[in-house]
């Protein structure tokens, strides 16, 4: 089976970096993507990592190390618009993704 | 234009009802979900379809029962439902492939509340 792990919640301030974990167990692995909610909201897709490495996508980046089954989502110049939800997942061929159990950022003035 | 769209977007019925929820998305995908997203906001695949063609269907009460009439449409119905039924049901699309299946657009979602 799959699980993924991300802590449940993060706290930072304005203008700060924060960084979003997630460790994942897989039988087959395909990449693993974040996804970003809004209270109320859909998810929308933010990154996709395949290889490892570093993916920079404006303020947002999403780093993959498959040796060691963990990525990251850092956010950069933090805005308060930024606090939502923050999910990773992952493809494992199944023809669907596995999502993590969602981070909470709160981003405070 | 809307890519993913669903209707309704707020359902609250009581016990024992059915109920429908219908989703289009007008991207051209081949492959349309359905999620159940509960209140502590945990997100899980229920059903996967491809070219109208089921693909998973996860451990999933057979109250449920999708259906896709074409590739741009997957629809939801519920039989007999019941309290833990209630939860946000998004439906989302994407084109099938190891890679491309990691972009999925979503729907804004179903409120389903059931009293």
């Known amino acids: 089976g799959q699980s993924l792990e991300q802590p449940s919640e993060v706290t930072a301030v304005e203008g700060a970096i924060v960084q979003i974990n997630c460790t994942y167990q897989t039988s087959g692995f395909y990449g693993l993507s974040w996804y970003q909610q809004h209270d109320g909201g859909a998810p929308t897709f933010l990154s996709y990592n395949a290889l490892d490495g570093l993916e920079e996508t404006g303020r947002f980046s999403s780093f993959l190390s498959r040796s060691d089954s963990y990525g990251y989502l850092l956010l950069q110049e933090l805005q308060m618009k930024d606090s939502a939800s923050y999910f990773c997942?992952?493809?494992?061929?199944?023809?669907?993704?596995?999502f993590g159990s969602g981070t909470r950022l709160q981003v405070q003035p | 234009d809307t890519a993913v769209s669903q209707t309704p977007k707020y359902l609250v019925t009581q016990m024992g009802n059915d109920k429908s929820i219908k989703c289009e998305q007008n991207?051209?995908?081949?492959?349309m979900y359905w999620y159940k997203q509960d209140s502590k906001k945990f997100l899980k695949i229920m059903f996967s379809?491809?070219?109208?063609?089921?693909?998973i269907n996860e451990t999933v009460p057979n109250r449920f029962s999708p259906k896709s009439p074409d590739k741009a449409h997957l629809n939801l119905h519920i039989n007999s439902l019941e309290l833990g039924d209630s939860a946000v049901y998004f439906c989302?699309?994407?084109?099938?492939?190891?890679?491309?299946?990691?972009?999925?657009?979503f729907g804004p979602g179903t409120r389903l509340t059931v009293t």
């Open positions: 991207l051209g995908h081949d492959t």
């Open positions: 379809y491809n070219n109208k063609e089921l693909i």
């Open positions: 997942a992952v493809g494992t061929g199944r023809r669907a993704l596995t």
């Open positions: 989302a699309s994407s084109q099938s492939g190891t890679v491309t299946l990691q972009l999925q657009y």
